[in-house]
Nanobody, 119 residues
Framework: QVQLVESGGGLVQAGGSLRLSCAAS???????????MGWYRQAPGKQRELVAAIGRGDTTDYTDSVKGRFTISRDNAKNTVSLQMNSLKPEDTAVYYC??????????WGQGTQVTVSS
């Protein structure tokens, strides 16, 4: 089992920045089995979507709408993943969820953190 705890959400004006962090905890075997970590978001009335993901080799993937504005990073020694969000837009408003995928194919989710961008 892996537990994910997020922090860093909040209210910001359009054009501002926020940084989300997520800490993974669990047994050594569970943590070492994590393949990718990332962030999803879900806006009211919409499906949950992938925002950004990062693999153990630091390969990254971003949804098109955040490319050039968001940066995902990972600290394998501390078992953390962060999402730096710059130039925020009102359409970025959503609940952001930390996600971890571990071998063989387990998905873990954080409790979610609200990000609200005012216009």
């Amino acid at each position: 089992q892996v537990q994910l705890v997020e922090s860093g959400g909040g209210l910001v004006q359009a054009g501002g920045s926020l940084r989300l962090s997520c800490a993974a905890s669990g047994s050594i075997s569970s943590i070492s089995s994590i393949i990718t970590m990332g962030w999803y978001r879900q806006a009211p009335g919409k499906q949950r979507e992938l925002v950004a993901a990062i693999g153990r080799g630091d390969t990254t993937d971003y949804t098109d709408s955040v490319k050039g504005r968001f940066t995902i990073s990972r600290d394998n020694a501390k078992n953390t993943v962060s999402l730096q969000m710059n130039s925020l837009k009102p359409e970025d408003t959503a609940v952001y969820y930390c996600h971890a995928l571990s071998r063989p194919h387990y998905n873990y989710w954080g409790q979610g953190t609200q990000v609200t961008v005012s216009s």
